[in-house]
């Protein structure tokens, strides 16, 4: 139902005789606000206007555009495309009408109309529009809203990964903002070799992002790590290396912990799993102890 409160409905006649412009002007006047339109052209300026009409009787026999001329027009543009087309004409054929519903109107009424059929039809249609409008606020509004939670999900996200590295970090600060330098590295890698034959099916724009997300929490099992041996100065015996090596392991099982209690997999997270576990290959290696230890061996 319309509103009782609401301003009152427009309504747009289109029609090149006058007399039929006075008869439809005094039949809706009490209930609506009509326009009038003597030709196609002026009929698609008003629709087109900053006040469309919500809803517009057509006649189809008109000199220059014809009905169905101003019909496909206002279809084919996403502007009026929404706005019920009526057409009120002479041509009762049935191939006339189930044209006209094929182009999209969704009424046809023959002349010589009668008023409380053109009333109730209108009425009918116009309430539909006021549904249909709703209907498409309400998605848009979920849409939008959808779209907001899950930008503040990502920010909260993305905040709890960075302070739980940078708690990680906390324990080892000697190797000089370590998390920003890695997902840099990572970035710039994952840019390099997205047009290489060997790595461009995997590294979509969504996978890099991902990789940069998850970069931050390779070093996160380094909490485990005994301060004697994380904190340690000098070189690592080679049972103490061993036991720092196992922080990947330890950062790998915290986050399969964190994903059991989610009860869900994150994409973000099984990479993060996989970097935690594999990333002290021979050449990270190598950088870690070159960063940590400048003057050690290569």
């Known amino acids: 139902m319309i509103p009782s409160d609401s301003p009152k409905p427009s309504v747009l006649v289109v029609d090149d005789t006058p007399d039929n412009l006075t008869l439809m002007f005094s039949l809706l006047k009490e209930d609506?606000?009509?326009?009038?339109?003597?030709?196609?052209?002026?009929?698609?300026?008003?629709?087109?206007?900053?006040?469309?009409?919500?809803?517009?009787?057509?006649?189809?026999?008109?000199?220059?555009?014809?009905?169905?001329?101003?019909?496909?027009?206002?279809?084919?543009?996403?502007?009026?495309?929404?706005?019920?087309?009526?057409?009120?004409?002479?041509?009762?054929?049935m191939e006339d009408e189930k044209l006209g519903l094929e182009m999209g109107a969704v009424d046809y009424i023959t002349k010589p109309v009668s008023p409380p059929i053109v009333l109730a039809r209108i009425k009918t249609h116009l309430e539909n529009k006021v549904a249909r409008d709703f209907l498409r606020d309400q998605n848009t509004f979920l849409e939008n809203e959808v779209a907001r939670?899950?930008?503040?999900?990502?920010?909260?996200?993305?905040?709890?990964?960075?302070?739980?590295?940078?708690?990680?970090?906390?324990?080892?600060?000697?190797?000089?903002?370590?998390?920003?330098?890695?997902?840099?590295?990572?970035?710039?890698?994952?840019?390099?070799?997205?047009?290489?034959p060997r790595f461009s099916a995997y590294l979509t724009p969504r996978q890099i992002e991902i990789l940069c997300k998850s970069a931050p929490l390779h070093d996160i099992g380094k909490v485990g790590i005994p301060d004697s041996i994380l904190l340690k100065p000098g070189k690592f015996e080679p049972e103490e290396f061993e036991i720092m090596k196992t922080h990947t392991t330890l950062g790998k099982e915290a986050i399969e912990r964190a994903e059991i209690e989610l009860g869900m997999e994150v994409e973000f997270l099984s990479c993060a799993k996989q970097i935690a576990a594999s990333h002290h290959g021979a050449a990270i290696l190598k950088d870690y102890t070159v960063t940590r230890f400048p003057f050690a061996p290569g």
């Open 32 to 93: 609506y606000t009509v326009k009038g339109a003597s030709n196609g052209e002026r009929a698609l300026k008003i629709a087109r206007s900053e006040n469309p009409p919500d809803l517009i009787l057509l006649d189809i026999m008109m000199p220059g555009l014809s009905g169905y001329d101003v019909c496909r027009a206002l279809k084919s543009d996403p502007a009026t495309g929404d706005i019920p087309i009526i057409f009120l004409t002479a041509m009762s054929e």
């Open 149 to 196: 939670r899950m930008r503040e999900v990502t920010a909260i996200q993305n905040v709890t990964i960075l302070a739980m590295a940078s708690l990680a970090e906390t324990r080892d600060n000697e190797t000089g903002n370590h998390i920003r330098r890695t997902q840099q590295y990572v970035r710039a890698l994952a840019e390099k070799l997205k047009t290489h």
